[in-house]
C-alpha cells in the first residue's frame, strides 16, 4: 500500500509546474525464510509542462 501527495500551479495560462511525492507503508518485498529484509520505496516526481 502507497500514500501519495502532490500540488501543481498555474504560473500562467500556458506554464503548469507539478510535484508528486509518495511511499510505501507496507513492506513490498519481504523475505520468504523470515530474514530481515525491510524495504520500502519513495518516489518523487516533478513536472514541467508548457501548453501551445
Known amino acids: 500500500m502507497d500514500l501519495g501527495v502532490g500540488a501543481g500551479f498555474d504560473v500562467?495560462?500556458?506554464f503548469t509546474i507539478?510535484?508528486?511525492y509518495?511511499?510505501?507503508l507496507t513492506d513490498r518485498y519481504s523475505d520468504p525464510?523470515?530474514?530481515v529484509l525491510n524495504i520500502k520505496g519513495s518516489a518523487l516526481q516533478v513536472g514541467v509542462a508548457?501548453?501551445?
Open 22 to 24: 509518495s511511499f510505501e
Open 50 to 52: 508548457f501548453m501551445f
Open 18 to 20: 507539478q510535484a508528486r
Open 33 to 35: 525464510a523470515g530474514g
Open 12 to 14: 500562467t495560462d500556458n
